[in-house]
């Protein structure tokens, strides 16, 4: 249970760092494109060595979901495909290419089927501690690359054509996140599986995106979600028997997702909404006193109180948008006149100038 | 006396999918001009650039600068692509974008340090966008992120600058600040090379203007050929444009 548990926890932060980088790439279906692609390479593998031992089993992944990985760079450099168009073409020829070998091996007699068709949903129970060590020895690798290339990543990111001109090498930057990612996601294989597991790699980094405007920091969250969703997942998945846990993993990534979208103060839909409201309360309070103004100054005195009804003729007001201004102690409402305090009359000539200032 | 050749390009051939784009350009740049080049749409005006900034891979031709291949000189090259090149909403600061102005003189690894830093906010000055410096870039209106395009641009500290569109989508504020520079740039002894669209503004911006319509029309001293059989040759028949004296 530690050793499962550990070890989502490690897989969700690395996938979230990388993810970040396919997010930031625009290439948020590779990880979905790549992680279909490592199934027929599993499936070779055991055909080959007739082994059942992960690490065998992965090696096949790895070479295959490279294989498509770079298939699709070639197809979008090459034809003047769309990426989208790419990924879609190696996704499904690939994944249907393992389905085939699948079903082709559970018929065989001899494979009691080395339990393959758990690499399509994941297994985290069947973790071990080893597998566990060479998580945590490549994720310390990918970690150690990104902080060395961290300038030359960003600038990638951010402007591919400038960093050529800059005199970078890009095919390299590209293939080296390419291989971070494929590698993650093989990482990924025997816990979540080949069809949730661009979910891991996606979700963090989304949830990551709404609370911040730096890329380390953007980084570090979607680590920080990724793992905490590992932890969480594999708490929830073991103590409800036969929860499977890489489902219960994406599942808690989604709920990050969630929260995120609504609740993030700069970019969430909650803020925007209620920024939105307050700004056209606002604006509706700005016109009323406004036009009090313009009427208040053609007299001596700013507080001749006026009546509410010459406010009707020109200007749609509410009950509530005057009481909002008396309590601000903008206006005096007296019966059925109003007039405006000091403060409105000197609050209302600034707005006025400002009007004016924006205008020419 | 003969002015030294900042940019000179032989036989550059650029085709997508066997369609041409570019068609066996001759160009020699003279150091020292701010040059618009212009032409229709699809003319091939920005492939030109990319092409010579080897982000697009010609089949046929060669580049040098100052007298050596472009590969060799990159250092004396600075780049503003089109604004619209680049997704905005990427999660940085506008010091930071132009902070990336210096990574190539730095090379592999090395980080930006103090002097980097140093450069890039006198850069932001430049441009009149140091209050600006830690604003999120998505939240910059289109001229300033071209301002900043402009600043990331300047603390190359290069000799040739190629800029693709840098007026488009701009206010007449931005316009006027961002020729000012270039002519600034010029002064000093500085190569400006200029994807333009505005024929009107070319001979008051412009002291050099090449005519482009996938072929070479024509290129020399707008005072010389900025004229309207030059026009009509490179935007069709008829093209007219009121030149004043």
Known sequence: MRTITIGTAILGAVCGMLGSFAVLRKQSLLGDAISHAALPGIAVAFLITGAKDSNTLLFG????????????RAIITKTHLKSDTALGLILSLFFGVGMLLLTFIQKQPNANQAGLDKYLFGQAATLLERDVWFMAIVTSVCVLVLLLFWKEFKLLLFDADYTKTLGFNIKFLDALITSFIVV???LGLQTVGVVLMSAMLLAPAAAARQWTNSLAV?????????AFSGVIGTGISASYSNLSTGPVIVLVASVFVLISFVFSPSRGLLFKEIRFRKNR??????????????IAKTHDEISHPHTVKILNNFQGFTKKSLHKLEEDDLIVLKGGNWSLTEEGFFKAKNLYNQHIKTDD | ???????AIDDLTVAYNYKPVLWDIDLTIPKGVLMAIVGPNGAGKSTLIKAILGIIKPIAGSVTVFGKSYKKQRHLVAYVPQKGSVDWDFPTT???VVLMGTYGALGWIKRPGKNEKKAALEALEQVGMLPFKSRQISQLSGGQQQRIFLARALVQNAEIYFMDEPFQGVDATTEKAIINILKLLRKTGKTVIVVHHDLQTVPE???WVTFLNVKKIATGPVKDIFNNENLTKTYGINYQVSIQE
């Open chain 1, 61 to 72: 992944a790895l070479i295959s979901g490279l294989l498509g990985a770079f298939w699709i």
């Open chain 1, 184 to 186: 993650a996601i093989i």
């Open chain 1, 218 to 226: 953007m980084v570090g969250l979607a680590a920080t979600f990724g």
């Open chain 1, 281 to 294: 309360n606002d604006l509706k309070l700005h016109k009323t006193l406004s036009f009090m103004y313009d």
């Open chain 2, 1 to 7: 006396m003969e002015k030294e050749i900042a940019v």
């Open chain 2, 94 to 96: 506008a010091l930071d």
């Open chain 2, 205 to 207: 911006y412009f002291d």
